[in-house]
């Protein structure tokens, strides 16, 4: 435990002041307790101080409080936890869940006793809550049983997560709990930014519990804008993720990864960004070899970042369902926490069920996802983004709806205006479950002329918690596969956008 009180205390400027609040949150949340009543007193002023101020402190601060307060048991302590290491990302959380698994062996241990001593010869509980509160006895074996139905919930609970159940008319405290951690963290509310401003101001990141399904047709930008994001999460916000591919294999995928960290602003006086088919034929110069060795590979490989963690499909399996995905993807989270889950694509999932028709099979399989998104690591759920690919009778209607038609490219031709407004959750009606169990639902889109112009268009067609955002293009660097925000003031050159592009990735 000393080292997670450490972990929410900022002592040198290394320390990350938003994830050290991050750790309060969790710990806070986490329902564990200190042996000490030193720990315990640190910990009271910790939660004041975040209450107060929405920041952690720094540890002189602590110290000088209780230096003030002339409690010298204490102030040795803080002396004590100086020396300690703090847990970061995945250390914190795994430590944290083993504490907590320690934690919910005690109270199974004396859940079990005074329900044996309710059957033998019965006890006194309050129940209830503020006026209503009361004392009732509970004898005998029936009586026994409720009292574990009852308080296991408490027990099984994930350690940073949310409550499984629970009587809303009864929870009133639980409920000012939850509402003044929320008001007191400035993160609260958000999730993992994909690294598109329009779409993050908007939606504020996938979130814990929800389902976010992206769809385009064959080639228009879902992988790439799948890792352009889990790029982004783990060189920008620190964070792990997990991407089942069961399209790309993992070689492709990572030289992809490598190619668009050629493209980083930090090399921008260095190199210009590398060309993804160029690292895949093996056919760079010796400048850019010299480059692709000497920064790209180091940095990337340097342990500074988030872990991009790509699964693919078991060889050995001829059908690979969304209990498969989830068993492996908690076997991996028990060893390396991430934040963020990817699924590429809904088509290539197998249904747990045998079904003859397309419909109720991808219908399963995007049910079994928002299951997943909910209940994965014991209700402590994840958010789950997944591909979804747009049929071609639905790249038919957007077409239209785009204001293009075959011919309009011929020569002489007056081109007509064309609308950002390509989809809508009509074009996903053969799989209706898109649109129920999904949380938000966003698509993208390319033509040849957004090809031309080194940009791609991206859609909100459904958002269940915030408004959806506009219509907006975000800027792609074809030879690297690299999206950015279009204004991004890196993104300047794009008179190589058009060069051919392979339209499958």
């Known amino acids: 435990m000393k080292s997670l009180l450490r972990s929410t205390l900022i002592v040198d400027p290394s320390d990350n002041p938003e994830q050290f609040l991050e750790h ?14 030193e720990d315990n007193a640190i910990w009271t002023f910790v939660q004041d101080f975040v209450a107060q101020h929405h920041h952690v402190p720094d540890m002189s601060t602590v110290q000088a409080h209780f230096e003030r307060t002339r409690e010298p048991t204490v102030v040795d302590r803080i002396t004590g936890l100086r020396a300690t290491r703090p847990k970061t990302r995945g250390d914190f ?7 907590n698994e320690d934690r919910r062996r005690v109270l199974i241990s004396k859940l079990l006793q005074e329900a044996s001593e309710i059957t033998s010869k019965g006890i006194t509980v309050e129940v209830g809550e503020g006026r209503k509160k ?48 929320v008001k007191a963290d400035p993160l609260a509310g958000v999730g993992q930014f994909v690294g598109l401003e329009q779409m993050d101001d908007a939606l504020r990141g996938a979130k814990r519990n929800e ?20 790029y982004n999460q ?4 620190k964070h792990s993720v997990l991407i089942f591919s069961l399209e790309m294999p993992y070689n492709q995928c990572r030289r992809l990864l490598y190619a668009m960290h050629s493209a980083h602003e930090k090399f921008a006086d260095i190199h210009p960004p590398l060309d993804y088919e160029k690292i895949r034929d093996g056919r760079l110069s010796d400048k850019e070899e010299q480059f692709l060795r000497d920064f790209v590979v180091p940095d990337m490989t340097s342990g500074e970042h988030g872990d991009i963690m790509i699964e693919v499909a078991d060889p050995e399996k001829i059908d690979f369902t969304v209990s498969d995905i989830r068993s492996r993807a908690e076997t991996i989270y028990a060893k390396s926490p991430f934040r963020l889950m990817f ?6 999932v197998a249904p747990r069920g045998t079904y003859t028709s397309t419909t109720e099979k991808i219908n399963e399989v995007i049910r079994d ?26 790249y038919r209607a957007a077409l239209k709806a785009r204001g293009v038609a075959e011919g309009d ?5 007056k081109a007509r205006p064309q609308s950002n407004h390509v989809y809508n959750l009509t074009f996903l009606s053969y799989a209706n479950e898109a649109e129920r169990s999904s949380d938000i639902v966003t698509a993208s889109w390319i033509d040849e002329e957004l090809i031309k112009k080194g940009q791609v268009l991206l859609q909100c067609l459904k958002s269940r918690d915030q408004k959806p955002f506009e219509p907006f293009t975000a800027s792609v660097y074809w030879p690297s596969r690299r999206l950015k925000t279009l204004k991004d003031p890196h993104v300047e050159d794009v008179s190589k956008a058009g060069q051919a592009i392979d339209l499958e990735v």
Not at 24 to 37: A, I
Not at 93 to 99: A, F, G, T
Not at 138 to 165: C, F
């Open 24 to 37: 309060f949150h969790l710990l806070e949340g986490s329902g564990l307790g200190f042996q000490t009543p």
């Open 93 to 99: 959380l795994r430590h944290l869940e083993d504490q």
């Open 134 to 181: 009361e004392k009732k006895i509970l004898q005998g074996p029936i009586d026994a049983v409720r009292y574990i139905l009852d308080q296991s919930h408490s027990i099984v609970t994930p350690t940073v997560g949310s409550k499984l159940s629970g009587n809303v008319m009864g929870d009133r405290e639980d409920f000012l709990k939850e509402y003044n951690r």
């Open 211 to 230: 389902l976010w399904l992206h769809a385009a047709f064959t080639g228009h930008m879902k992988s790439s804008l799948m890792l352009n994001w889990a």
């Open 234 to 237: 783990a060189v920008y916000y």
């Open 343 to 348: 699924v590429d694509h809904a088509l290539l």
């Open 369 to 394: 996802c928002k299951k997943m998104a909910m209940g994965f690591n014991k209700g402590m759920g994840m958010a789950v983004v997944l591909l979804f690919q747009i049929s071609r009778e639905g």
């Open 409 to 413: 490219s011929a020569p002489g031709k």
